[in-house]
């Protein structure tokens, strides 16, 4: 390769301001320094985190900025240090870095890592690499990382801990969505709710990450699989991936809660909420049985304040908990999802609605804005 050391030009969707369409232009990406590695982006996925920064309504985004944490790719050069990884190398950048020497990266009981902030919202962390500057220029300007991956560009740079070697045979237009919506939903079911057979179980919101939480509710071997949302169109893929019930709240005659309790005779084991808002949230807590139900929170509006929880919901026996990308530790992880893809003990292609070219970002956009889609990938 001709490019190492050297200054690639190339497209990327750049974000100059809220409330206004992504810009594709010609940006500057650096070589990479120590412990950084410069990676081809091949495919890479919408998801609705990229779309938060750019509402208006999201005080805390950074200008100008390059989006996108849910991609695929080929390494084209290293910096000093790197061991784990060579050009050619097929792999999926990490929000979710896992530097594997600090206190939560040597425990069991979580996927979180030091290098991810613990203060600030994870959707303006890891904006800049390690040394505080950015690879990223354009029109003479520096221009913002976003959640250590920005991935709608040909060419990132990303930390040797913010990436995970794959299968050189992996198919990147469909693990591409590994690097956040099925990792997040499947791993919720899965590793945070801990779902168990038998079990009856509730999910909030079917785009993505609710479909991908289905597979992991039937997997682990739910016997009632009760899925909801607001657009009936919806339901067919629940079905398909193993929802027994399909309810649209907007449909009932009382609120959906008190429909689900009637359902599974005094709520559900496990509910897990994709949706964000505080109706669902509010809505997955309420039917969950007493006793012994879990509410697993997934998703969150970026808009949301608070939610208003009476401590007798917890005395008598439910359990409240969130997941940050499914609970994989991610670079130990992705690697072996990408292998049960291949041997098929699940389905990414169903999540895939559109594939569309890079330049039609902004369409891909308003298709996921308006709900038409599921997961939409883009291709250089």
Not at 88 to 108: E, H, N, R, T
Not at 211 to 227: D, E, H, P, Y
């Amino acid at each position: 390769m001709g490019t190492k050391g050297k200054v690639i030009k190339c497209k990327a969707a750049v974000a100059w301001e809220a409330g206004k369409p992504l810009c594709i232009e010609e940006v500057e990406v650096a070589p990479p320094k120590a412990h950084e590695v410069r990676v081809q982006i091949i495919a890479t996925a919408l998801c609705h985190t990229d779309a938060h920064p750019i509402n208006p309504k999201f005080k805390e985004a950074l200008f100008p900025v390059i989006l996108g944490h849910e991609g695929a790719g080929i390494v084209e050069s290293v910096g000093p240090g790197v061991t784990s990884f060579k050009p050619g190398d097929k792999v999926i950048p990490l929000y979710m870095a896992q530097c594997g020497k600090c206190k939560f990266c040597l425990s069991p009981l979580t996927n979180f890592c030091t290098k991810l902030s613990l203060v600030k919202n994870p959707i303006v962390d890891q904006e800049l690499m390690e040394d505080k500057t950015s690879r990223f220029t354009c029109k003479g300007k520096p221009i913002y990382h976003f959640m250590g991956t920005s991935t709608f560009t040909q060419y990132t740079v990303v930390s040797d801990i913010n990436l995970a070697k794959i299968d050189d045979d992996a198919n990147l237009e469909r693990v591409c969505l590994l690097g956040c919506g099925f990792s997040t939903g499947y791993g919720a079911a899965i590793n945070t709710a801990k779902v168990t057979p038998g079990s009856t179980c509730a999910i909030f919101g079917l785009g993505g990450v609710g479909l991908s939480a289905i597979m992991g509710c039937k997997v682990a071997g739910a016997s009632r699989i009760i899925a909801i949302d607001i657009n009936s169109e919806k339901f067919t893929k629940a079905k398909a991936l193993g929802a027994t019930d399909c309810l649209n709240p907007r449909n009932l005659h009382k609120p959906i809660q008190e429909v689900i309790i009637e359902m599974t005779k005094g709520g559900v084991d496990f509910a897990l909420d994709c949706a964000g808002g505080p109706e669902a949230m509010r809505a997955a807590l309420d039917c969950t049985t007493a006793g012994w139900g879990t509410c697993t929170f997934i998703g969150v509006d970026s808009e949301i304040r608070g939610l208003t929880i009476s401590p007798v919901e917890l005395i008598m026996g439910r359990t409240i908990n969130g997941t940050c990308f499914g609970g994989w530790k991610s670079i130990d992880s992705i690697p072996k999802l990408v292998t049960d893809y291949k041997n098929k003990i699940f389905d990414l292609d169903i999540l895939v609605t559109h594939t569309l070219p890079f330049d039609k970002i902004n369409e891909a956009f308003d298709l996921m804005n308006q709900g038409k889609s599921i997961r939409i990938v883009l291709t250089f």
